[in-house]
């Protein structure tokens, strides 16, 4: 049996922090996880919204699997994937951009991620008053990007811009099932915390266990942990069971 563990990062395994950049990992953190990693029959992906370079970055555990942009990008062992539609999404993306720029100069506290294949627009840090102005602006300005190419969807203090493609979280978590040769009987984990890891959820159903972080009212996991401390003290305890039965 081997154990295919998913993890998306910020709210899972890093607390959300008011700059994305700032998202950091501790040592004890990060060390546990290449402990479980280094199990012959663990395999660890990280999946997230992030671009796959900063996630590559900020979480740095040998022989695992990072997929980024929600999917559109996977790297790993012999492993180099990047969605065909993402790539011909860009100059559409680049556009957004600027528009984006554009309609949001002279808000304080907002943060456009540029992600190549997908956008990101933060408002976490911008003041409660202006928060209704923020998205009054981003729903005007995407009423005219074409629906037929983009899909938007709304997290955490967030909005994300994707191409409109069947491919999320949950795809990409098919997509790294079926490379990595998932068969019965193998135990694939996600753990996550917000409205996109929704979608890895409903894949892994009857294929696996699913854990949301925080409430579950709402989500299609099976099973809540508390927060991200209970996430770590979970991750303990699987790895000491894992390690006596060595499986
Ligand atoms: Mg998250």
Not at 9 to 27: E, H, M, Q
Not at 222 to 233: H, R
Request: charge should be positive.
């Amino acid at each position: 049996m081997r154990c295919l563990l998913f993890f998306d990062f910020d709210g899972t395994l890093t607390p959300i922090v008011a700059r994305p950049s700032l998202a950091k990992l501790g040592k004890d953190k990060l060390e546990l996880l290449k402990n479980l990693a280094k199990i012959p029959a663990v395999t660890i992906a990280i999946i997230s919204g992030r671009k796959l370079t900063t996630l590559k970055e900020k979480i740095n555990i040998p022989g695992s699997y990072y997929v980024g942009n929600h999917g559109f990008e996977i790297s790993g062992p012999k492993t180099n994937f990047v969605h065909p539609k993402a790539k011909e999404a860009k100059p559409l993306f680049k556009k957004i951009l600027l528009e984006l720029k554009k309609g949001l100069r002279g808000i304080k506290g907002i943060i456009i991620e540029d992600k190549g294949a997908t956008l990101s627009l933060h408002y976490r840090c911008v003041e409660g008053p202006k928060v209704a102005e923020v998205k009054r602006i981003f729903n005007k300005l995407a009423e005219s990007w074409p629906k037929s190419k983009i899909k938007i969807t709304e997290g955490k203090k967030v909005f994300e811009i994707r191409p409109k493609v069947k491919w999320d979280k949950g795809e990409a978590v098919r997509w790294l099932l079926k490379h990595l040769g998932f068969q019965k009987g193998d135990c694939p984990i996600y753990i996550g915390d917000d409205t996109t890891d929704e979608d890895a959820f409903k894949v892994l159903a009857s294929k696996g266990v699913t854990i949301k972080v925080g409430p579950l009212k709402n989500s299609l996991a099976q099973k809540s942990l508390k927060d991200i401390e209970a996430v770590y003290k979970f991750l303990e305890t699987l790895l000491l069971e894992i390690s006596a039965k060595s499986c």
